[in-house]
């Protein structure tokens, strides 16, 4: 499974960026975002897993400001990002897999200045 992540860029604090993640094949019920920023662990922002025992997941962190959804028809996953922070500037990773994060895509670089 191959994933295309774009949407990333710099924005200043208090503004919005929508980031996307389209799979290759659908032989994925979760995908989710990670992000790394300078110094730090990767840590996951957002999950989301779907069928019979759908669940969705936020970081403490960005809960009320960030949201995943999903387009089945398109097997895109997005990550809407609002009032953002310089905190959240980090590189933003896509991840997918059956249960798990077993793909993962290419980072893109979210940047928010204050």
């Known amino acids: 499974v191959q994933l295309q992540a774009s949407g990333g860029g710099l924005v200043q604090a208090g503004g919005s960026l929508r980031l996307s993640c389209t799979a290759s094949e659908r032989t994925v019920n979760t995908m989710g975002w990670f992000r790394q920023a300078p110094g730090k662990e990767r840590e996951l922002v957002a999950a989301?897993?779907?069928?019979?025992?759908?669940?969705?997941q936020y970081a403490d962190s960005v809960k009320g400001r960030f949201t995943i959804s999903r387009d089945n028809a398109r097997l895109t996953v997005y990550l809407q990002m609002n009032s953002l922070q310089p905190e959240d500037t980090a590189v933003y990773y896509c991840?997918?897999?059956?249960?798990?994060?077993?793909?993962w895509g290419r980072g893109t670089l979210v940047t928010v200045s204050s």
């Open positions: 991840a997918a897999g059956w249960g798990a994060f077993d793909y």
């Open positions: 989301l897993k779907w069928g019979s025992t759908g669940v969705t």
